[in-house]
């Protein structure tokens, strides 16, 4: 089993808002990655370090932390948003991990 | 740019070693903080890290897979090879390789290869 907890599954309409939060102890000290994986492709980072979203992620996207527990919003869901969302972190033994992934339905 | 690309075989009969090449360019290995790792995604199921390798040579590995896994880099050539020996069905999945900007303990896999696809048949 995963130690970064996600929900399984997020379920939205067109202009919502969708949160997807991803928990483990390692996020007290570490920071959460999260990566966007659409249907058939490989995955794509759309946030790092918490709160920093790369260049070329739409706005829409943010990202927060409290605790053991990092949050992925997106603000104003759009079709295309629908896709499989992964959370990432490390810890100091060396050892990289995924979350469950949480699949985003947009209605 | 940034770019990396899998290749190896897309099919291995249980028992044989997947011998799998991450080839890689727009980054040199060589540099501080750098890292190339691997993750694979059976079917329809989630993402798992199964190997690292960083610009000091020092290698990392999933738990559950580290008896089975032997990374290892060719800093002239821009590869990085992943080994896993006894394969097995359950071991049919998509391998991905990845650029890891590393900072201590913290490293977000920032540029992706396409995939490839491996099954483990008879």
């Known amino acids: 089993s995963s130690e970064l907890a996600q929900p399984p599954s997020v379920s939205v309409s067109p202009g919502q808002t969708a949160r997807i939060t991803c928990s483990g102890r390692?996020?007290?000290?570490?920071?959460a990655h999260w990566y966007q994986q659409k249907a058939g492709q490989a995955p794509v980072m759309v946030m790092s370090?918490?709160?920093e979203r790369p260049s070329g992620i739409p706005e829409r996207f943010s990202g927060s932390s409290s605790g053991t527990t990092v949050s992925l919003t997106i603000t104003g869901v759009q079709a295309e948003d629908e896709a499989d969302y992964y959370c990432q972190s490390a810890d100091s033994s060396g050892t990289w991990m995924f979350g469950g992934g949480t699949k985003l339905t947009v209605l | 740019q940034v770019t990396l690309r899998e290749s190896g075989p897309a099919l291995v009969k249980p028992t044989q070693t997947l011998t799998l090449t991450c080839s890689f360019s727009g980054f040199s290995l060589s540099s501080e903080g750098v890292c190339v790792g691997w993750v694979r995604q059976p079917p329809g199921k989630a993402l798992e890290w199964l190997a690292l390798i960083d610009w000091d040579d020092d290698k990392y590995y999933g738990a559950s897979l580290k008896t089975r896994l032997t990374i290892y880099k060719d800093t002239s050539k821009n590869q990085v090879v992943l080994s896993m020996t006894n394969m097995d069905p359950v071991d049919t999945a998509t391998y991905f390789c990845?650029?890891?900007?590393?900072?201590?303990?913290?490293?977000?896999?920032?540029?992706w290869g396409q995939g490839t696809m491996v099954t483990v048949s008879s």
């Open positions: 990845a650029r890891i900007l590393r900072s201590g303990w913290d490293g977000a896999f920032d540029v």
């Open positions: 390692t996020l007290s000290d570490q920071y």
């Open positions: 370090k918490d709160t």
